[in-house]
């Protein structure tokens, strides 16, 4: 069981595979939130100014065999370092916070990689992960989505449209066993999707759908 956020901030999570549109919704729900003067912070994860971050980007581009609940374990202390040193202080001064990524990547990717659900939910817990307010799942085809990044970048051990159709589906599975986790069609027009994006973050604020 993970955590619900108990403070004032709302904690919006942005999941898909590679390539599904979770920096462009964000892009995308930025003004949404200015207009309505909400203070918050964007960020993502793996992190990028943690050495966790950085241990994590190395492993992805290398073919180094390790085990796969090693690499689960070093997601799952970036992904506790990330809640502890951003997340929760700015939930906690009211801001709000948009993540791309956070434990549901863990979940399905290290899962497709052979780590048991328990394994990854026990740490989780006993780590006292925060569950988001709402978590935005775009569902979008691997090939699709493979094809949205272009050629020219490094390819790294999870883009791969095999590998990506399996942890495409354990979101889809894992995604019922959360209701924080909206499903939403991410093969649609950027600007149609958000308007969907921004009806679930309307429910957050107590302002009445459209
Ligand atoms: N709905 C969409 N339709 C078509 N193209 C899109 C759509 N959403 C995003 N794109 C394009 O797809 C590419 C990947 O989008 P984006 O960076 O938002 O994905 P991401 O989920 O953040 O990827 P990553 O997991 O690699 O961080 C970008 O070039 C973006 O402009
Ligand atoms: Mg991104």
Known sequence: MLARNPYRGKYIV?????GSGKDTQISLLEPFLIERDIRYVRTSEPTTYLPTGLLIKALLRGRYG??????ALLF???S?????TRVVPNLGRGRWVLSSRSFLSTLAYQMVLGVEEEFLEDIMS?????LPDLVVLLDVDPETALARKGKERVKQMYEDVEFLASVRERYLEISKEYDVVKVID????PFDIQEEVRELVKDLMDIPRA
């Open 80 to 84: 506790h370092e990330h809640l502890r």
């Open 14 to 18: 942005f999941e898909g595979i590679d």
């Open 126 to 130: 006993r780590l006292d992960f925060l």
């Open 66 to 71: 390790f085990d796969p609940r090693s690499t």
């Open 186 to 189: 991410g093969e649609r027009d």
């Open 76 to 78: 799952l202390a970036d």
